[in-house]
Nanobody
Framework: QVQLVESGGGLVQAGGSLRLSCAAS????????MGWFRQAPGKEREFVGA????????YYADSVLGRFTISRDNAKMTVYLQMNSLKAEDTAVYYC?????????????????WGQGTQVTVSS
């Protein structure tokens, strides 16, 4: 059983940056593809990006490509989401998730474990 805890959310002005962290415990972190999702009020949860187990490959939604960067430190059992050039439409609760899989997925149902989420609010 893997437990995930996100941190780093907050209020930022448009054009600013935030870095989210997701600390894992209770499992073999390097076995998991790690993903980031977000959910804005009144909207469905959407894929933001993912990173493979080694950290050698990353995948992003078109809406964040070029602005967000995912990385991971397997020794620290932590995955990061660096968010730059933030826009008001990036406002959402951000979740990290772990998939017991060799391959990444944009589907939320492919992920086995979820964190509780962290709020990101971008003021325009």
């Amino acid at each position: 059983q893997v437990q995930l805890v996100e941190s780093g959310g907050g209020l930022v002005q448009a054009g600013g940056s935030l870095r989210l962290s997701c600390a894992a415990s209770g499992g073999t972190f390097s076995n998991y593809v790690m993903g980031w999702f977000r959910q804005a009020p009144g909207k469905e949860r959407e894929f933001v990006g993912a990173i493979n187990w080694r950290g050698s490959s990353t995948y992003y939604a078109d809406s964040v490509l070029g602005r967000f960067t995912i990385s991971r430190d397997n020794a620290k059992m932590t995955v990061y989401l660096q968010m730059n050039s933030l826009k008001a439409e990036d406002t959402a609760v951000y979740y990290c998730a772990a998939a017991d899989s060799l391959y990444y997925s944009r589907r939320s149902d492919a992920y086995n474990y979820w964190g509780q989420g962290t709020q990101v609010t971008v003021s325009s």
